[in-house]
């Protein structure tokens, strides 16, 4: 049974710590610039960010930064009408969303080096992302409320077994969809791809009551659904 713990680091104290807190004035801000989509098309992190990220990524404040998001979520859920015709659903994004790859970024610089596919490929097939707890008790209430869940992720279809694997080791047992890119949609960018596969969503009769992605690109464009949730993400940007 995997661990579903994101183990803090120790707070830095002293000297060096005082050296932290002036050195990452503009790591917060540059932070900020990331999560209000004022910063776009950035290739890596700031070399100087990495021990700044570090710490917030395996520290409190992430986790404590995704319960308001989802905390947030819930609570439209639970307030929601829904139709109660079957067709009402909430979107979730997967990677850094529905499942955290920590494990993989705290090994390359949370962000500092840009992503190697190859690396990162090996590390997907492994099927061992555990999940980002806040989400997985987002989807349970999510399904407690009779809304069903439709997993939309810029994942090819070659990873459609591992990536159903990991999902339920991680927790997420049960869907309405899994929908990944096909071969002729890795072109495009993940902005177009996804608010087609929701327009076509639209178009088989479902309602997008809900969606939850940590990029601004698995929100936006149009339908984006009833109403949208964006948790925090500083280590890589998809347009």
Known sequence: MPSHQIHPLRRLTGSAGSTMKVKNLSCSSWQLAVETNNLRDWDSVPATCESYFGHYLLGQRYREDSSMVTKEAAKYARELQLSGNGKDVWIFDIDETSLSNLPFFSK????????????????????????????L???????????????????????????????KRAGY??????I????????????????????????????????????????????EGERTFKLPDPMYYIS
């Open 180 to 223: 990944l890119r096909k071969a002729n949609e890795v072109t495009i960018t993940a902005l177009q791809y996804k608010s087609a596969e929701r327009l076509k969503l639209t178009e088989q009769g479902y309602k997008i009551v809900g969606n939850i992605g940590d990029q601004w690109s698995d929100i936006l464009g149009s339908p």
């Open 108 to 135: 390359h610089g949370f962000g500092v080096e840009p992503i190697n596919d190859t690396l990162f490929d090996e590390w997907s097939a492994k099927g061992a992302a555990p999940p980002l707890p806040e989400s």
């Open 137 to 167: 008790k987002l989807y349970k209430e999510v399904l407690s409320l009779g809304i069903k869940v439709v997993f939309l992720t810029g994942r090819t279809e070659k990873d459609r077994e591992i990536t159903a694997l990991n999902l």
């Open 173 to 178: 047992h049960s869907w309405e969809k899994l």
